[in-house]
Each structure stands twice: as structure tokens, then as C-alpha cells.
């Protein structure tokens, strides 16, 4: 079992920038990779970004250039910069960390980017 606690959501202005962060349980959390999806209000939940074991980052499309994923394993963290942010980007992201077989979600942190 894995507890994945995300935080750092909030209300931001188009252009702003936000920062999430996810810790992770497990003492072997520098051995997976980890992945920030979101689910806007109607869609279905997509892909933001994902970080490898080794530190190689992937992004979707629609944010590349603008969010940064990152890892401190020494905390057990990943962290998603959010900057240049849009009224699109506004959804519930979540923190995934995916265990083969299982796959274990946190509870989601609300970005709403609006004036």
C-alpha cells in the first residue's frame, strides 16, 4: 500500500504559476516513476507529465514549455511547476504512483486559473 497526499492547489490568474507537490509512502520511491494527471469538469482525465526513476521528464502537448515536473527522493516528493497558466488548465490534478500491478491516486488538488 502506498499513501500519495497531494497540496498546493488554489485560485490563480491566467499567466500566474503554481506549484503542486505529491509525497509518496515507500521506502523504495526513487525505484518508480511518477505521473501528474488532471481531470477537467466533462473530460476525461488526462497525462500531464511523467518522471522516470532516472530523471527523465514527458510531457503533454498542451503544457509543454510551461510545467516542469521534478523528484526529491530524499522526501519522497515529486513537484509540478505550473507557470504561463490558462483558463484551460483548470481541472483537479492528481498524483499518481504506479506500483505493477496496482496503480494508487492521491485525492486530488482543485488549480482553477481565472480573473
Known amino acids: 500500500q502506498v499513501q500519495v497526499v497531494e497540496s498546493g492547489g488554489g485560485l490563480v490568474q491566467p499567466g500566474g504559476s503554481l506549484r503542486l507537490s505529491c509525497a509518496a509512502s515507500?521506502?523504495?520511491?526513487?525505484?518508480?516513476?511518477m505521473n501528474w494527471y488532471r481531470q477537467a469538469p466533462g473530460n476525461q482525465r488526462e497525462l500531464v507529465a511523467t518522471?522516470?526513476?532516472?530523471?527523465?521528464?514527458r510531457y503533454a502537448d498542451s503544457v509543454k514549455g510551461r510545467f516542469t515536473i521534478s523528484r526529491d527522493n530524499a522526501k519522497n516528493t515529486v513537484y509540478l511547476q505550473m507557470n504561463s497558466l490558462k483558463p484551460e488548465d483548470t481541472a483537479v490534478y492528481y498524483c499518481?504512483?504506479?506500483?505493477?500491478?496496482?496503480?494508487?491516486w492521491g485525492q486530488g488538488s482543485q488549480v482553477t486559473v481565472s480573473s
Open positions: 499518481n504512483a504506479p506500483r505493477y500491478p496496482y496503480s494508487y
Open positions: 515507500g521506502s523504495d520511491f526513487n525505484g518508480y516513476a
Open positions: 518522471i522516470t526513476s532516472g530523471g527523465s521528464t
